[in-house]
């Protein structure tokens, strides 16, 4: 069993950065980690995820340039870092994580989840 736990959601002006903590409770070489968002009225999306041993990285095409994912396996933490927010950005953000070095954004794979943080972005 994997506990996870996010941090960093909070408010802010359009143009402005956030930077969002998956804190893990085991995280090894053979860790896949991906943040997922859920904007009011829609369903929830892949962001961004990354496989621990290889530091592969996978971005949602719509967001690649403003959001940057990356582990300090040390702190057994994930990190989403949100440049140049936009209000389509507001959200409930949460990670989640499996092992395998399958790490796509596809939410049905994954088996362990946050209980998500929140993010809201005003124009």
């Known amino acids: 069993q994997v506990q996870l736990v996010e941090s960093g959601g909070g408010s802010v002006q359009a143009g402005g950065s956030l930077r969002l903590s998956c804190g893990a409770s085991?995280?090894?070489?053979?860790?896949?980690v991906g943040w997922f968002r859920q904007a009011p009225g829609k369903e929830r999306e892949g962001v961004a995820s990354?496989?621990?041993?290889?530091?592969?990285?996978l971005y949602a095409d719509s967001l690649k340039g403003r959001f940057t994912i990356s582990q300090d396996s040390a702190k057994k933490t994930v990190y989403l870092q949100m440049n140049n927010l936009k209000p389509e950005d507001t959200g409930m953000y949460y990670c989640?994580?499996?092992?395998?070095?399958?790490?796509?954004?596809?939410?049905?794979?994954?088996?362990?989840w946050g209980q998500g943080t929140q993010v809201t972005v005003s124009s």
């Open positions: 989640a994580a499996r092992w395998g070095s399958y790490c796509p954004l596809k939410q049905q794979h994954f088996d362990y």
């Open positions: 085991a995280y090894g070489s053979d860790s896949c």
């Open positions: 990354t496989y621990a041993y290889a530091g592969r990285t």
